[in-house]
């Protein structure tokens, strides 16, 4: 079986280099490009001990040359550098894995109308399998009684920039749409009730952990817990490359969610 064909994008970075670990030998790696200015353009992985040691790590001005060569386009890196990557990506017609956050809604819109229609894509904040098993699970809490209230606290590493963390957010629209909230509150601090059009999210930074979420479901005289705890950062690569994997049998030039390539 021939190898899905990789250009990865962000490939020096925290998930750029997990990813090239997690790869097994369904895939092949046709690029590694970081961001302009970079102190490892021009090294190779192997300077960097990673796997594919002889493939050299290359500015952006190299992707259309090395997506020709590609399957897969797959970038964890900067909105702005999304704004201007993933069109060329579509254009070029490759299949798009894209696990960027912090992008606003206007820039997501704006990506989004240049993929749809041209080719096949996953965008996701989180690639992890539990936590979008989970977003699967929120959809069902529009059957709760209106006296349950759902919050959500997430915790990251101090050096994530995003805040709260794009997974919160995204199990958070889930929430809204489910619940009916309007009002986004970030923490609490002197007098007042909580709102019923409220949803909270409480975020904290904190050492190295790569990622905590909790969903907090309270009624009047219950509660339930559901936690998701990421031990490293391989779990959100294993993802990538299952979305990956899906994406080569999928012939619908539409954007599509980690949820659709689980099948909850």
Known sequence: MT???????GADGRMGQEIIRAMDPGFSLSG??????????????????????????????????????????????TPEAEAVNAPIAAGLGKKIVMGTTGISAEQMAAIRSVVEGKTEAVFASNFSVG????????TRIKHLPASYDISLAEIHHTGKTDSPSGTALYLSDI???ARGYSKDVHGR???????????????????????????????????????????????????ALLASRWLMGVNDRKVHSMRDVLGV
Not at 3 to 9: D, E, G, T, W
Not at 68 to 76: L, M, N, P
Not at 131 to 138: E, K, M, P, T
């Open 3 to 9: 190898p899905i064909r990789l250009c990865i994008v």
């Open 32 to 77: 590694a490009i970081t961001h302009r200015g970079s102190p490892n353009e021009g090294k190779t992985l192997g300077d960097l001990n990673l796997p594919h040691p002889e493939v050299r790590i290359t500015g952006p001005e190299t992707l259309s040359e090395i997506l020709a060569r590609s399957d897969v386009y797959i970038s964890f890196t």
């Open 131 to 138: 936590i979008n098993f989970i977003a699967g699970l929120l």
């Open 175 to 177: 929430i809204k749409t």
């Open 189 to 239: 601090i002197g007098k007042g009730k909580r709102a019923s059009d409220e949803m909270e999210i409480v975020t904290m930074r904190a050492g190295g952990v790569p990622g905590v979420h909790d969903v907090i479901i309270a009624g009047p005289n219950e509660m339930i817990k559901i936690e998701h705890t990421a031990f490293s950062r391989k779990v959100f690569a294993e993802g």
